[in-house]
């Protein structure tokens, strides 16, 4: 089967049970061309089939029958959560797979054991997403608006009742977000940070509403800002992510730029809709005005969207900057950061970036 073949939604074993023929059945889909995602849906594939013949999940619920291949679809999505998983199944089916294949020494069953054991963390990240069934009620036990409560701050109920439910929406993006980016790629790389920025304006809307007094907004960006890091912290905490994505980093950058009361300090005016912060701008424009070759401007692009101080991608990115007055164009895609980094090259922005005083 080729790589564009292979699909998610497979129903080639909604009426064979894969686990009672050869395992090889399983995974003759995979050569060494393909990318982690299309790994990924291999593995997904194979797992929607051990809890449909394993343990009778996904039929008997559904009038329709059901079929493996309707179960993943739920899966996809976020159907019926809490009806699937009891617990850790997807690590449960990993370690399955790997007492099957590790024994294996032909090419597909090498590949599918190195996936497997280089995406432990993905695994348990993605079970403790599923047990969640989505809710952020679910991962952190106080909102936004229980721990104003506890705060007895002197702003109307209704705005606080309004931030509360921006926050809710937004908390629920950001877990849909590595959801689908863990699921269909294996990693971060699919969040997007533009997905969270409507409900993100909202809750910065609200705390920067015209007619509250300047003492009580700064009270309510404090205490929103200060709830949002736990958030963030906790979310970490729960579903065991150990490195903080580009995306959620982008998020902090741009919603402590934009509460004035809660830093205390006015921010001079910059390209908002390409830096999160000015602190990321002042770092890209000095770094900038020195440079002259694509790979080295290449770079700090890419660094700093890693870092989360860029948000758009290439393309906007080099729209921008082409209309700046700076050395080159930009006529071509920047080189990737795998392509463009350097031990040098990145030890000159970490010292440029410490002597602006702009955290990294």
Request: glycine letters at 2%; aromatic letters at 16%.
């Amino acid at each position: 089967m080729k790589n564009e073949n292979i699909k998610y939604e497979s129903d080639r074993f909604d009426t064979i049970n894969p686990f009672l023929v050869s395992g090889i059945d399983r995974i003759e889909d995979l050569d060494l061309t393909l990318t982690d995602a299309q790994i990924m849906a291999v593995f997904l594939r194979n797992f929607s089939c051990y809890l449909y013949y394993h343990y009778d999940i996904g039929r008997a619920k559904y009038a329709d029958g059901g079929s493996p291949s309707k179960l993943l679809r739920k899966i996809r999505f976020e159907k019926n959560y809490d009806k699937f998983f009891s617990y850790d199944k997807l690590e449960e089916f990993a370690d399955v797979e790997l007492v099957r294949f590790t024994i294996e020494k032909f090419p597909e069953a090498m590949l599918y054991v190195h996936f497997i054991k280089t995406h432990k963390a993905c695994f348990k990240t993605i079970d403790r997403l599923f047990a969640s069934n989505l809710h952020f009620e679910n991962i952190m036990d106080l909102s936004y608006g229980g721990y104003v409560q506890t705060l007895n701050l002197s702003v109307h109920n209704l705005e606080i009742i309004e931030i509360d439910e921006a926050f809710n929406l937004l908390a629920r993006i950001i877990l849909k977000e590595i959801y689908y980016s863990l699921l269909f790629e294996s990693d971060f790389n699919l969040c997007n940070f533009q997905a969270t920025k409507e409900a993100l304006d909202t809750v910065i809307f609200h705390l920067n509403n015209r007619l509250l007094f300047e003492d009580q907004k700064r009270q309510l960006q404090i205490s929103a800002l200060l709830w949002f890091e736990q958030f963030i912290d906790t979310l970490y905490f729960e579903l065991k992510i150990e490195e903080s994505p580009a995306f959620i980093d982008q998020i902090r950058n741009y919603f402590s730029s934009k509460l004035p009361l809660a830093g205390l300090q006015a921010t001079p005016d910059y390209p908002q809709i390409i830096f999160a912060s000015y602190q990321g701008y002042y770092l890209f424009d000095t770094l900038a005005k020195g440079l002259s070759t694509k790979v080295v401007i290449s770079f700090v692009y890419r660094f700093l969207y890693e870092k989360g101080h860029i948000l758009v991608k290439d393309t906007s990115f080099r729209s921008w900057y082409n209309a700046q007055h700076y050395a080159i164009q930009l006529t071509t895609a920047t080189e990737t950061l795998k392509n463009s980094k350097s031990v040098d090259r990145e030890q000159f922005v970490r010292i440029v970036a410490n002597l602006l005083d702009v955290k990294l």
